[in-house]
């Protein structure tokens, strides 16, 4: 049916010339957020339990009624319970980990997973990074529109599946080793399509035929894992044992948390809240290990917003995403907050709010701060090489202030990368964060190695 055009021609879409400046004064729009901290804080939008159910009260009756297998966490995987929300109980696996990693810290803040990695390998935690694992498509799904259920599903059930059999490959049973899911966006979609899978047997059934072609069923059956873990997650449990190997004082650091909303504002009722952080009103993850670490997490009135990324605005309206990284989240956390490094714990989050200082500066906006990930600031203090492993030459904003607020001689530490790289590149021999045969793979083309003990 056609409608009346009332705009000239002109199709709104949320993105674009369409856009109209709402002209509030700065006091009205004080007031047009002001719920922001009046209410989040205390979670009184989150806290109707009516309205919400426990997704894995239908996956375990599922499970029963044998439509299902479920990958379970044992306790061979050392597993530490933690709080969501409503205080449901949460179990976290701490060892023998299936590195799910993240296209976009891969390939933007490669210091991400090798500060993960590298604390892993301080505290002698089993785990495989293997090669035989696809992005999860979420951001194709988000920022385009392209993607459909179907298809997002479909990628999580065979991800999680290779997880579960990964570990045939070096003669070891099935669920050996557990995923753990790097990327905020991942982590959210896939907790999201599997509330879809599981309350829809339409989708189950449309889905398991093209697991089927792949051979990715488990006896005949779709293989859904018992919890969705993200990296975060296993940092915050593992936040007072990472404290004992801590070399670095960094009580002097003021430091501001933005939180992902794809990890914690997608299926809230699955995150992390914990009573001994922040008095429990937010999102423990990050603001845990920082402050276990001795470092100051300092607030302030923003920590609530969007990084900016927002998926369909860099995309299509790119201007948006940096002056809303800058003006709603850089410039806040240095003149309010005074901080000395923002802590993320998300791909698009960190690559956003590092990344898009410099445009600042065409605006006379020198707002410089540092933003990291929770885990490479982990590395840090617990004396990781600030570029072989947490790789701070990867990021656009600088690092060399905070790095001498920490005592780190930034110069030296240059110079010895420096050195590293003309070694390599002379041909001599490089440093690696594990045993290359941990990249196994059991998938297709797999070709079988020396066994590992």
């Known amino acids: 049916m056609a409608t009346k055009d009332t705009n000239n021609g002109e199709r709104f879409t949320g993105h674009g010339s369409e856009w109209r400046d709402s002209d509030l004064s700065k006091e009205d729009a004080l007031v047009a957020t002001a719920w922001i901290e009046q209410r989040i804080n205390k ?17 375990w009756q599922l499970e029963k009624d044998g439509e299902i297998k479920v990958h379970r966490i044992h306790d061979e995987h050392e597993p530490v319970m933690a709080k969501t929300l409503y205080g449901w109980d949460k179990k976290i696996p701490t060892n023998q980990l299936w590195h799910h990693k993240s296209c976009g810290q891969c390939g933007n803040i490669p210091g991400y997973p090798a500060s993960l990695l590298w604390l892993m390998n301080m505290m002698d935690i089993r785990y495989l ?62 907790k999201e399509v599997r509330e879809y899978l599981l309350l829809s047997s339409e989708l189950r059934e449309r889905v398991k035929k093209i697991l089927g072609k792949l051979d990715r069923l488990v006896d005949g059956k779709l293989l859904i894992p018992e919890e969705v873990v993200h990296y975060s997650e296993w940092t915050h449990v593992m936040r007072h044992r990472i404290k004992e190997h801590q070399v670095i004082d960094c009580s002097n650091i003021r430091a501001t948390i933005h939180p992902a909303c794809h990890v914690y504002k997608m299926v809230p009722q699955d995150v992390i809240y914990d009573d001994d952080v922040l008095n429990g009103d937010r999102v423990a993850v990050s603001t845990g290990i920082i402050e276990a670490l001795g470092a100051q997490a300092i607030d302030y009135s923003t920590w609530y917003d969007c990084c900016g990324f927002g998926f369909r605005h860099i995309i299509s309206e790119r201007e948006f995403t940096r002056s809303f990284s800058i003006d709603r989240k850089i410039k806040v956390a240095v003149e309010e907050a005074n901080s000395d490094v923002m802590i993320g714990h998300d791909t698009g ?46 990021h656009a904003s600088s690092t060399e202030k905070l790095f001498e607020k920490l005592g780190i001689d930034w110069r030296a530490k240059k110079a010895e990368f420096e050195d590293y790289l003309k ?18 793979t059991g998938g297709p083309g797999y070709k079988k190695q020396e066994q590992i003990t």
């Open 349 to 394: 989050c960190i690559t956003t709010l590092d990344k898009n200082q410099w445009i600042g500066q065409a605006e006379g906006k020198n707002y410089d701060l540092p933003v990291i990930a929770d885990v490479q600031f982990a590395a840090l203090v617990c004396g990781a090489h600030p570029y072989k492993v947490v790789q701070s030459h990867w």
């Open 43 to 59: 979670r009184s939008m989150l806290t109707n339990k009516d309205r919400v159910h426990d997704i894995r009260d239908v996956m």
């Open 129 to 190: 990074d293997e090669t035989d694992q696809t992005s999860c498509t979420a951001w194709n799904y988000h920022g385009s529109g392209i993607g459909n259920i179907e298809s997002l599903a479909a990628v999580f059930l065979r991800n999680f599946h290779q997880a579960y059999v990964s570990a045939k490959a070096e003669g070891k049973p099935e669920g050996y080793y557990y995923p753990l899911v790097h990327c905020g966006t991942s982590f959210g979609n896939y």
């Open 423 to 440: 070694q390599i590149e002379s041909g001599g021999e490089q440093e690696n964060l594990y045993d290359p045969r941990r990249r196994i």
